[in-house]
């Protein structure tokens, strides 16, 4: 009898304990009580969100919140992040999402809940000045290298390439730095140095080297907050589907890359 009792006590609390997260305080209740949706995105990183002439925060990934704002029937707040503190918002709760041109690794999955499927995807690459007369990435062994604070690609160009990392917090920091001869040239995501490359004020610059780490990029929500992890993850697929990434991308002056294309295919069964 009391063998039985501990069994039965024991299956009801693995029950609860499996029920715990869908009873908690749940994120899109919130957003639609606060009637806006505070999404993390970059304002520095163009095309995917830079600010335009205005001043306001624009590209590929703020539409793709204000779709999300707008499914949810709220008000969309911008807030502009970076690689070294963009996990750090969200965990926090100084943003609700984060779309923000960042990579799906391990690492950052125990940190913050990266929604599948992936949205995007990139390599790292380097913009180099022309006279650089960069052929491999051998040739960055000692030379100075600029990059962004707690992008994770600086690591690997320093200790396996031996470049001598530069590290500023933003792109138009680095970017300068780089006009002003500081470092030979800026490892980073290869989607920003093509798009970066379309400028006629970067005519001096190329991109020389073999991609590398070609790696898929993931939207995020607070660990926990399983419905909106649900609700997003259908989104994503939806975007797939209906070619919607591809059509930011012609929108905002980029050709088809090769993974939103992919992805098209598999989400809407075209062949």
Not at 38 to 65: C, H, Q, W
Not at 108 to 117: E, G, H, N, T
Not at 164 to 172: D, N, S
Request: glycine share 8%; charged share 25%; aromatic share 10%.
């Amino acid at each position: 009898m009391v063998f039985r009792l501990i069994k039965t006590l024991a299956v009801a609390l693995v029950c609860f304990l499996m029920m715990a997260p869908l009873v908690q305080a749940d994120v899109v209740d919130d957003i639609k009580k606060r009637g806006k949706l505070v999404v993390g995105v970059k304002a520095d990183y163009k095309p995917y969100g830079f600010r335009d002439t205005s001043g306001n925060i624009v590209g590929i990934e703020p539409d793709l919140a204000q779709e999300v704002a707008d499914k949810l029937g709220v008000k969309l707040e911008l807030v502009p992040v970076v690689a070294s503190n963009r996990m750090e918002f969200l965990k926090q709760g100084k943003i609700d999402l984060m779309i923000a041109t960042m990579t799906d690794r391990a690492d950052r999955a125990k940190m913050v809940f990266i929604l599948q499927p992936n949205y995007y995807s990139s390599g790292t690459n380097v913009l180099a000045t022309k006279k650089a007369g960069l052929k491999d990435w051998e040739n960055l062994r000692g030379k100075p290298v600029c990059g962004i604070q707690g992008a994770f690609y600086n690591k690997r160009t320093a200790k396996e390439f031996g470049a001598k990392i530069v590290a500023f917090k933003g792109t138009a920091e680095v970017l300068n730095a780089l006009q002003q001869g500081r470092c030979i040239g800026f490892v980073y995501d290869d989607s920003f140095i093509i798009a970066k490359l379309q400028d006629p004020k970067w005519g001096d610059y190329e991109m020389p080297l073999p991609t590398m780490d070609d790696a898929p990029w993931g939207l995020a929500v607070k660990h926990g907050e399983y419905r909106f992890y649900g609700m997003m993850s259908e989104m994503i697929m939806k975007w797939h589907a209906s070619g919607r990434i591809i059509e930011l991308e012609k929108k905002y002056g980029i050709e088809p890359t090769p993974f939103a294309i992919k992805m098209h295919k598999k989400y809407s069964g075209k062949k």
